[in-house]
Nanobody, 119 residues
Framework: QVQVVESGGGLVQPGGSLRLSCAAS????????MGWYRQGPGKERELVAA???????NYVDSVTDRFTISGDSAKKTVSLHMNSLKPEDTAVYYC?????????????WGQGTQVTVSS
């Protein structure tokens, strides 16, 4: 059974920082992409940042230069360092891990962690 567990959410003031962590366990192999999505109140889930197995990263424009994603596919861990947080960053953040092999593609999700940016 595969488990994906996030940690590190919480309440922070505007301009503050948070670090989200995610770890996967169980029978999960051939990770080719890890990332973070978020879903704010009344909004659709959106991709925030992703990191491929070769280290290539991708960010949504609204977090560029503020957020940094890092990951280790061998250790099945991915983190998101968030700086200069804004109220509009308030959302539930979900970890995503995707595998790809000759048997197909699988996507695994964490349960989500709440990030609230407010004074």
């Amino acid at each position: 059974q595969v488990q994906v567990v996030e940690s590190g959410g919480g309440l922070v003031q505007p301009g503050g920082s948070l670090r989200l962590s995610c770890a996967a366990s169980g029978r999960i192999f051939s990770i080719n992409l890890m990332g973070w999505y978020r879903q704010g109140p009344g909004k659709e889930r959106e991709l925030v940042a992703a990191i491929a197995r070769d280290g290539t990263t991708n960010y949504v424009d609204s977090v560029t230069d503020r957020f940094t994603i890092s990951g280790d596919s061998a250790k099945k861990t991915v983190s998101l360092h968030m700086n200069s947080l804004k109220p509009e960053d308030t959302a539930v953040y979900y970890c995503m891990i995707r595998t790809s092999s000759r048997w197909g593609t699988e996507t695994y999700w964490g349960q989500g962690t709440q990030v609230t940016v407010s004074s």
